[in-house]
């Protein structure tokens, strides 16, 4: 059975800094493209950061580029997101996103975890 378990959301005044992770089994994580999605209340899923199934390569949206970093350990199959100097926008749920890097409509989703920035 595919599992995307998403961990390490939670509250964190503006400023702070948290890291997600993304925990994989059910599939082989070391051939998958990985990426963090997010989506805040009343807007649609945006785009975060990905990470190329060796991790070789990674890429961020611009309006958050400085402030995260993506990783992945293919021997942990899991993923992570450090997320730095968190503003109240960055308020969302966050999302774990897997896609085969050769087989592209092969695709899973985790079920999200909730990050609030908040005073």
């Known amino acids: 059975q595919v599992q995307l378990v998403e961990s390490g959301g939670g509250l964190v005044q503006p400023g702070g800094s948290l890291r997600l992770s993304c925990a994989a089994s059910g599939f082989t994580f070391s051939n998958y493209d990985m990426s963090w999605f997010r989506q805040a209340p009343g807007k649609e899923r945006e785009f975060v950061a990905t990470i190329s199934w060796t991790g070789g390569s990674t890429n961020y949206a611009h309006s958050l580029k400085g402030r995260v970093t993506i990783s992945r350990d293919n021997a942990e199959n899991t993923m992570y997101l450090q997320m730095n100097s968190l503003k109240s926008e960055d308020t969302a749920v966050y999302y774990c996103?897997?896609?085969?890097?050769?087989?592209?409509?092969?695709?899973?989703w985790g079920q999200g975890t909730q990050v609030t920035v908040s005073a």
């Open positions: 996103y897997a896609r085969h890097n050769i087989l592209t409509r092969i695709t899973y």
